[in-house]
């Protein structure tokens, strides 16, 4: 009963807090991002992103240790970038979660590190720019879809803070699996690349259902689709494929759990169910 009492209060406070954000807001929709919150313990998230979440973890035992590598991957990625010298980000399709966004880890090693959070779910979008107030005149949030290139990049926010003359890096973590047509996918991905200083930088990452076993993956894919939610599992090498003009760092693409791992222990076979990737927009060497 106390359980239960809990769980009503977390779902009135979250309904609570999307009204007054001005989030417009049917919280008897899922959403994906909604329900990787829950699943990295964060509460922007509704009892019918809790049900979903439930639902993907009985198909999938573990599947929430798949999403914290997923995240762990974008921290990591974040931190080379800055090594690299990118001390301005675009997150794409950035979502909600219970961990360190982007802006948090740029911006603990380079205070002067500036931010764009591009996500088409409302509450995301309310959530971050909460989340972001106390930094808001280096961190700005676009309620837009990743795959309107110039509408991103056009942008107020975008054009206040970033400078597209210089190298940007592009995070588009966990995202791209909820894009069911890979043409599509590559296009953007492209149009990005395109338009973007060179030495900018891709990473990203994708659920594979090879390692995770087809018909469990095939399961997940229609649990989502019951609950109008995207999702497509493409293999590595249909990941590499989407890549187009962006060139993979020499260690290409790897399982999230095996792309620059920190410490020696092995990783989780949860580990193994999606890749990720760092990708550059090379420098002109030259005369042609």
């Not at 049900?51 to 991957?73: C, K, N, Q, T, W």
């Not at 080379?80 to 802006?103: K, P, S």
């Not at 930088?201 to 229609?222: C, K, P, R």
């Not at 759990?257 to 420098?283: H, I, S, Y």
């Amino acid at each position: 009963m106390t359980s239960r009492g809990g769980e009503n209060n977390t779902v009135m406070a979250t309904q609570e807090a999307a009204h007054e954000w001005g989030a417009p807001v049917d919280v008897d929709v899922p959403s994906l991002s909604r329900i990787y919150d829950h699943l990295l313990g964060g509460g922007h998230n509704f009892a019918s992103d809790r049900a979903v979440a439930d639902a993907i973890m009985a198909l999938a035992p573990g599947y929430d240790v798949f999403v914290r590598e997923s995240r762990a991957f974008v921290r990591r990625a974040v931190l080379h970038m800055l090594t690299a010298g990118i001390e301005q980000f675009l997150d794409l399709g950035a979502g909600l979660g219970g961990v360190r966004h982007v802006h948090e880890l740029a911006q603990a090693e380079q205070p002067r590190a500036c931010v764009v959070y591009v996500d088409h779910d409302p509450v995301a979008v309310a959530g971050l720019e909460l989340i972001i107030h106390g930094a808001d005149s280096s961190t700005g949030v676009i309620e837009a879809d990743l795959r309107h290139v110039d509408e991103v990049l056009n942008h107020a926010v975008t054009t206040r803070l970033l400078d597209l003359t210089r190298p940007v890096g592009v995070v588009a973590g966990s995202v791209l699996h909820c894009l069911p047509d890979a043409e599509e996918v590559a296009a953007t991905l492209a149009g990005y690349h395109d338009r973007l200083a060179p030495g900018s930088l891709l990473a990203a990452s994708h659920a594979d259902g090879i390692l995770l076993g087809l018909e469990t993956a095939a399961a997940v894919e229609d649990r989502f689709s019951k609950s109008g939610i995207t999702f497509v599992h493409r293999s590595r090498r249909e990941f590499a494929d989407l890549l187009g003009p962006w060139q993979p760092h020499p260690d290409g693409v790897a399982p999230v759990g095996l792309w620059r791992p920190e410490g020696l222990a092995l990783p989780v076979r949860e580990c193994l169910w999606g890749n990720a990737v760092l990708a550059g927009r090379r420098k002109p060497t030259g005369r042609a």
